[in-house]
């Protein structure tokens, strides 16, 4: 597939990042499966699309039936502007009061639940004579951002006499879909405020991924999707019934070999020697690193696949490179070792590292080109 879109791209590199488009369709069509007939999507794209690349995928996205997206701050949104993305575009996040005014111009809602929002809001209408969009963002459990549940009511119900905010939507968070107990605290809450507010017109989201993939909840009419639209699972509630989606990793991380030499027995490979050679082995470097996103702490613990053998990644992960034994694999300088794609899923690093998928595939989008396919 040849790419239009893609900006910023380093043709430069023996490593780069793949990104399968159509694993991106596919994983969308599985996800509605999950989704009631007229229940709306958004596609969460922050952080770049979780490293994979908003600008390029959004259109993609949007083309598969998604009806709106959610970023993380105004950049994010106006980015996605400038590269003429015209769906509604949410931040999800907190926006400070003195970026209102930039949202407005750019079209973007926001997410407010202060009253020093409501008083940004009318500045900002004060200014442009566009009323800023807006959805109400409930505390329901995360603690995190939101007005408390049991002050929402009478928050909304002022939202809603103001001639200068136009409101658009209610949403909360759930801090735990994985946890039966706690998102059942979380609906209550939730239900304890839509059923005592005029609803119509209103886009009402709880659900996240994994709560799309697991619950269904009468009182709301959208969800929002981000982890699974790339192949990639949340943690789910071991006590309860649900049909899991066949997703497709979208990302392989792929590098050229750049050397190959022959280290003998009882030879250190890399800073500090955690690798000592057991015998003549053969070793291949790729120039990716910490830099790159991978970190550190998977040094000697992962592999890559070259010439359709697996081969151990050996000695610390540097900066910009690391090596891999390959004895015994006919190879030569400029085949490719991949680290990642559907067969090997960055879950396993995950594993290793106690961590989650999405911090890891944030990591990629540093200095990686990317590179799109179908």
Request: glycine residues 8%; contains cysteine; hydrophobic residues 40%.
């Amino acid at each position: 597939m040849k790419n239009t879109r893609q900006t910023n791209i380093n043709i430069h590199r023996d490593s780069w990042v793949e990104v399968n488009i159509s694993n991106l369709e596919h994983n969308i069509r599985e996800i509605k499966k999950n989704v009631p007939k007229g229940v709306k999507l958004l596609g969460v794209v922050k952080a770049d699309a979780y490293g994979h690349g908003a600008v390029m995928l959004a259109p993609t996205i949007l083309a598969s039936g998604v009806d709106m997206l959610g970023v993380a701050s105004i950049d994010e949104g106006v980015d996605l502007r400038q590269a003429k993305i015209d769906c509604e575009i949410l931040v999800l996040g907190a926006v400070p009061v003195w970026a209102v005014e930039s949202a407005v111009r750019n079209d973007i809602s926001i997410s407010i639940f202060s009253q020093e929002h409501l008083k940004a809001c009318e500045d900002a209408y004060n200014r442009t004579g566009i009323k800023p969009k807006v959805h109400i963002k409930l505390d329901t459990g995360m603690n995190r951002i939101g007005v408390r549940a049991d002050e929402a009511v009478e928050y909304i119900k002022k939202v809603q006499t103001l001639p200068y905010i136009d409101l658009k939507g209610i949403f909360t968070h759930l801090a735990s879909a994985e946890e039966l107990d706690k998102t059942q605290e979380q609906f209550k809450k939730w239900d304890s405020v839509i059923d005592n507010i005029n609803t119509d017109g209103l886009l009402l989201h709880i659900l996240n991924t994994a709560g799309t993939i697991c619950y269904d909840k009468p009182n709301s009419n959208m969800r929002r999707i981000g982890i699974s639209l790339y192949g990639l699972y949340p943690d789910f509630p071991p006590n309860v019934e649900f049909k899991k989606p066949d997703l497709k990793q979208l990302i392989s991380l792929k590098g050229r070999i750049v050397n190959i030499h022959t280290a003998k027995k009882g030879e250190g490979v890399s800073y500090c020697h955690t690798y000592i050679s057991d015998g003549e082995r053969k070793i291949a470097t790729v120039p990716l690193g910490y830099a790159d996103g991978i970190p550190r702490l998977l040094s000697n613990k992962i592999s890559g696949i070259l010439n359709g053998v697996e081969v151990p990644q050996i000695g610390n992960i540097t900066m910009d490179q690391m090596m891999f034994d390959i004895t015994g694999v006919d190879a030569n300088v400029g085949d490719v070792i991949t680290l990642l794609n559907e067969e090997k899923s960055i879950d396993e690093w995950a594993r290793i590292l106690n961590t989650i998928n999405y911090e890891l595939t944030c990591r990629l989008k540093v200095r990686l080109p990317r590179v799109y396919t179908r």
